[in-house]
């Protein structure tokens, strides 16, 4: 199931870049998750990544994420 999500939300993001629907793009996942998405990355979503974070903030409060975003 988390393959199929991770494949899904690499098409999704392919879809939105071949849009321009954003210029620059940060993925926070779990580290699973995240290795799945680098398989299905497509080269205009690549070329708009502007940085990643390996960690699972499921549930976290927005705070904890913006923290966890700015020391990244």
């Not at 205009?44 to 913006?66: A, C, M, W």
């Amino acid at each position: 199931e988390e393959d199929r999500f991770a494949a899904e939300a690499a098409d999704l993001l392919k879809r939105r870049a071949l849009a321009n629907d954003f210029e620059s793009l940060i993925v926070v996942a779990a580290p699973k998750t995240l290795g799945e998405l680098r398989k299905h990355y497509h080269k205009e979503v690549s070329q708009r990544l502007t940085g990643e974070l390996s960690k699972d903030l499921t549930g976290h409060p927005i705070p904890d994420i913006e923290k966890a975003l700015i020391a990244a």
